[in-house]
């Protein structure tokens, strides 16, 4: 009769040794899977906001050079109109807004990587137009600004990543961009607006039409030096 010679299968140890090998490389491999799967995602939102940039320029090609408000909203509450949404009656039924026609799509409002915080009702949410300084909204006394009067439009923010912190709700999607000298801003104590969702940087698009990753403060206009800007050390944090 033959004796075996070699061992039958691996012993307790080495069945140990073998696993907890696998898990610290798993360990080490799985925020690298996660920080390339973000970045897939981050090149969605970046054509998102592109397209949404595009939209824009050409409704205010459309009409004489104005951008769209941000949002305006009837005395009676009975409907409101904003650059993202148009709303009426009760329960609100949602659908595009003011640059609609130029897109003809719900899915670019929304950033992929924002899924799941709370939007306040909008089907699709957390991309923030420049309110303080390119939206003026009627029921805050202000005008849109025209392309010629956004100077330098190269460096003046038009849409970008936006949340903003609320006690008890924690990160929220956010729609309108405000400066921190913004006086909406100041009566309604919002935080800060820019959301740095993506591996730390948030994208942004300028009123020229280029959009890139920003992971550094930005103003949101180089039009007005009386009011504060979002380089300011309080004014732009990262909400993840």
Known sequence: ??????????????????????????????????????????????SNVRQLALAFLMYAQDYDERMPFACVMAADWSWTSAWDYYTAGWPPTYRLGLIGPYTQNEQINACPTAQGLESWG??????????????GSPDEGLTPATLGEITPPSETVMLCDSAIWIDGMGVCLNNYLRAPGDPFRIMYGIGPNVHFRHNGTANVVYCDGHAKAAGQKFNVSANDDSLADLSADDSVYDLE
């Open 1 to 46: 009769m033959l004796k075996a010679t070699a061992k039958d299968g691996f012993t307790l140890i080495e069945l140990l040794v073998v696993m907890a090998i696998i898990a610290i490389l798993a360990a080490m491999l799985f925020p690298v899977f996660a920080h390339a799967r973000e970045k897939a995602v981050q090149t969605t939102c970046l």
């Open 122 to 135: 909008r089907p699709y949410s957390g991309y923030a137009y420049n309110a303080s300084y390119v939206g």
